[in-house]
């Protein structure tokens, strides 16, 4: 299939560039680099051999879009663009509304236009909010606690509207749990701007003495050992989700929810407990008061993916310390 990747040139959309190329796919990315660099696509052609078309745009760019659309018979769309700090979120909401909702609206009326019927949408596990239990299942409530995590669930709305209205139009919803990790060639992997909010950039940092000492946010949640309890997933193993997502909207037609994670809860210190013993190394760190709106444990129930998409995560935490390692220490100001 000829996929199109807005924000592709980004941390998961670079990887799953990689694992649609290796299906067979063709993929073509539109990115406007307000969060990524041109330089991952030099990455992408080393490690696959092949050059992927880009254009570099602003998805909410109607009339640029549209003439993406005239160059390319496009069979699907998987919707990576957007902004993903919700820190930031709360400083300048309205941006975060602009762009992460005038992106879907334009790719939907222009894929409308064009006839393509095929949607794959980034969505996270943040929209199930303060979770009353644990797994997390599809079905749940949703509800958000920040403007990022509005702009989430808004568009699974929008989405699963614009679906239930057009018999033609299929759409896949994938929740995303905290993916970390890198591709095991260590030549692309995350690379986030100034001092990183997200725990493993945060330790990789640590890591290769650019930033001192982490700061672990609580150790009085009620869990195993008073930390922060995640589903942390190799991006890898999400990447390859979206090419099993393809292949499910190719197939079946309305909306479609997936949570995608592994299943398995990891403490803030087992992460930093096996990254150390992976790469041996220490990471000096200390108790911190509690990051406000975060919550004691999240972690999902992806047994609906594996029923229906035939996916699951193959690759353990010890892989996902060390890949996210290998690609700090090779790369130590990322792409730039
Ligand atoms: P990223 O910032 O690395 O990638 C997003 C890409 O989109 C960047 O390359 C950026 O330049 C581009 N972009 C943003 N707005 C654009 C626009 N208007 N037009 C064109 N390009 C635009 O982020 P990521 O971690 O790869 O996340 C991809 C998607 O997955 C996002 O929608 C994010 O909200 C979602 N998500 C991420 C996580 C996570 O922890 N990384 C978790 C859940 C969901
Ligand atoms: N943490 C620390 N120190 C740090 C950073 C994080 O102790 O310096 C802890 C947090 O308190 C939390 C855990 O590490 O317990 C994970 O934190 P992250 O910031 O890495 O991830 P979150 O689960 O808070 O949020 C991430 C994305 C959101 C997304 C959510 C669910 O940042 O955008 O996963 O997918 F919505």
Redesign the pocket.
């Given at each position: 299939m000829k996929v199109l990747l807005t924000g592709g040139a980004g941390y998961i959309g670079s990887h799953t560039c990689i694992e649609l190329i290796k299906a067979g796919h063709t993929p073509i990315i539109a990115d406007n680099f307000d969060n990524s660099c041109p330089e991952v696509l030099n990455r992408i052609k080393e490690i696959t051999g092949q050059e992927v078309r880009l254009y570099e745009l602003d998805v909410c760019d109607g009339e640029a879009v549209d003439r993406m659309f005239v160059e390319n018979d496009f069979d699907a769309v998987i919707h990576f663009a957007g902004l993903?700090?919700?820190g930031e979120s709360c400083a300048v909401p309205l941006r975060y509304y602009r762009n992460n909702l005038d992106s879907t609206l334009t790719l939907l009326e222009v894929m409308k236009k064009y006839g393509v019927q095929n949607f794959v949408f980034s969505s996270?596990?943040?929209?199930y909010g303060v979770p009353e239990r644990v797994p997390l299942v599809e079905g749940m409530p949703t509800g958000c606690t920040n403007p990022?995590?509005w702009t989430?669930l808004m568009n699974e709305q929008i989405l699963t509207d614009a679906s239930a209205a057009d018999s033609g139009l299929s759409v896949v919803l994938l929740?995303?749990?905290?993916?970390?990790g890198a591709h095991e060639s260590g030549r692309i992997g995350e690379d986030p701007n100034g001092i990183?909010?997200?725990?493993?950039?945060?330790?990789t940092q640590v890591a290769a003495g650019k930033l001192k000492e982490?700061?672990?946010?609580?150790n009085d949640?009620p869990t195993h050992d008073g930390?922060?309890?995640?589903d942390?997933i190799h991006v890898v193993d999400l990447a390859v989700a979206h090419v099993k997502a393809i292949d499910y909207a190719a197939a079946h037609k309305g909306t479609e929810i997936f949570n995608i994670g592994t299943g398995t809860g990891y403490?803030?210190l087992d992460?930093v407990n096996t990254f150390m013993r992976v790469n041996d190394l220490v990471i000096p760190?200390s108790i911190?008061p509690?990051?406000p709106?975060?919550?004691?444990e999240?972690y999902a129930d992806p047994s609906k993916a594996a029923e229906v998409l035939g996916w699951k995560a193959e690759r353990g935490l010890e892989e996902m310390c060390r890949d996210s390692w290998n690609w700090q220490s090779h790369n130590k100001n990322g792409y730039k």
């Open positions: 993903k700090a919700v996270s596990a943040t929209v990022y995590g989430k929740r995303y749990f905290n993916p970390i990183p909010n997200n725990l493993m950039p945060y330790i982490l700061g672990v946010f609580g949640y930390t922060g309890v995640r942390y403490s803030v992460i760190y911190k509690r990051r709106g975060d919550i004691a999240c």
